[in-house]
């Protein structure tokens, strides 16, 4: 059996095609695993660095075909994919010139006759498995820091981006990486299914809440470490006090950039009343100036979902929402002239707690507006969801944003425009947003088996 791959902003045509996974496949791949972890382990952390700035060399090399890959296969913008190569070269590189200060081992304590001290192992054989909306930097940030700490990889990218995959996969193989540390199989939900049951010592997934929750089930029956980054419905606060003009390109971006295919992206937007006309009215504007069309059009600024599901998953929650009383502002539908998975930039008014807009994450071009009165109102309004992946708070008064921060129950908060994904920072949510963080010294840390060795002196 196939996946067949096709390319989203051209109707669906047929890009190419990769022979999905056999078991027998999936074991022979483990079992190589299994057998390369001893030596990836045991040469050393500055050894694993070189053999990874080969593959980040090879990325450069072939930057522009990547690109152009996930932008025909996933539908991302050109100048979006572009800038995830870059982001995730970036964070590449970020890993392995900060490796040794978090992974070198620690003095915790010494005296005369005896030194207590803490090393980083690795975890061993690795099931990683990550989705579609960032081709690149989700391998990136799932496999990078794995691969620095000793562990090796079972690698399982998205069925919609299979062809990126095997590109993936490809350059491994053209930067002469050690045998078996780094693996890779294809294939859909069974395919990571049949890969998690086998004998790994740890799973690292990106994804949906709901096969987060499975996985995790397995990871519990079968006693070994899960880091799961799953879904949000991440919440914008827009102050009294906001400075509309100074942050309205930041919520255009946090929201609608790759289409609103981001698992941090703003889902919800809580206006205080006062500024409601002006933000409806601002937003609006900034929306009509971009163009949708072609992902490969350098013009383009959003282009088209990754397939057909998702436009029709988009279509029954905008429904659901106009049934319950909600207003249209703007879009609600797929654009007339263009064919593939279209859909056009969405706001909603007059959301109610019971539409499915507010209840589930919305991963796609559409954003409710809902106005609040109060701080305390804007705070409940932001914690009423399942998931806790990140939140936005727009205000010039620096001791509110001191005060709603902490209120906040997500992983990561950021006031106006600054970005809190930065590789030196921990990235991961609260709730039922996933478990585990991902960077820095704590993905290291995460990734790794804590042994205290004490010595007599």
């Not at 050109?78 to 590189?93: H, Y």
């Not at 620095?148 to 690698?155: K, L, Q, R, S």
């Not at 996985?215 to 006090?241: R, T």
Request: charged share 25%; with cysteine.
């Amino acid at each position: 059996m196939k996946l067949v791959s096709t390319n989203p902003s051209k109707n669906y045509e047929i890009l190419g095609q990769v022979e999905i996974s056999s078991k027998k496949e999936i074991l022979e791949k483990i079992i190589l695993a299994r057998e390369a972890s001893v030596s990836w382990e045991k040469i050393g952390l500055d050894i694993r660095i070189k053999h990874i700035k080969k593959v980040i060399n090879a990325f450069e090399a072939k930057q522009k075909d990547l690109a152009l890959l996930m932008c025909r296969e996933m539908g991302m913008p050109i100048l979006q994919a572009e800038n995830d190569l870059k982001d995730g070269i970036d964070f590449l590189n970020w890993y392995c010139d900060n490796a040794h200060t978090y992974l070198d081992s620690e003095t915790t304590y010494e005296n005369t006759h005896e030194l207590h001290q803490v090393f980083h192992e690795p975890r061993g054989v690795v099931a990683v498995i990550v989705p579609w909306n960032f081709p690149f930097t989700n391998f990136v940030w799932q496999a990078g820091q794995n691969l620095i700490c000793g562990n090796t990889i079972i690698f399982k990218d998205s069925e919609e981006v299979p062809l990126f995959g095997k590109a993936i996969e490809d350059i491994f193989l053209q930067a002469n990486f050690p045998k078996g540390v780094f693996n890779e199989v294809y294939g859909d939900r069974k395919t990571g299914e049949y890969l998690i049951q086998q004998d790994i010592d740890a799973i690292c997934f990106t994804g949906s809440t709901k096969t987060g929750k499975s996985i995790y089930k397995i990871g519990a029956e079968k006693m070994i470490p899960v880091h799961i980054e799953l879904g949000g419905s991440s919440p914008g606060i827009v102050f009294k006090n906001a400075d509309i003009d100074k942050v309205i390109d930041t919520l255009y971006k946090f929201k609608f950039l790759n289409c609103g295919q981001m698992c941090k992206g703003l889902k919800r937007l809580l206006v205080h009343e006062s500024r409601m006309e002006e933000i409806i009215e601002k937003l609006t504007k900034k929306i009509l100036s971009k163009k949708i069309g072609d992902a490969e059009d350098r013009t383009t600024d959003i282009g088209p979902l990754v397939a057909e599901r998702q436009v029709a998953l988009l279509e029954e929650q905008v429904k659901d929402a106009i049934n319950k009383g909600a207003k249209i502002l703007i879009g609600g539908k797929r654009p007339n002239n263009l064919q593939g998975a279209y859909y056009e930039p969405t706001l909603l008014t007059k959301i109610t707690k019971d539409m499915r807009v507010w209840q589930e994450e919305v991963f796609g071009p559409v954003l409710p507006i809902i106005p609040f009165k109060t701080e305390d109102e804007a705070i409940a309004l932001a914690n009423d969801t399942i998931y806790g992946l990140g939140a936005y708070v727009f205000t010039e008064d620096n001791e509110l944003f001191a005060r709603v921060a902490p209120k906040i129950k997500s992983g990561m908060v950021s006031q106006n425009n600054i970005n809190f994904v930065k590789a030196c920072n921990p990235f991961g949510g609260y709730k039922k947003s996933g478990l585990g963080r991902e960077h820095g010294k704590y993905g290291f840390h995460e990734l790794t088996q804590i042994k205290v060795i004490s010595i007599e002196k």
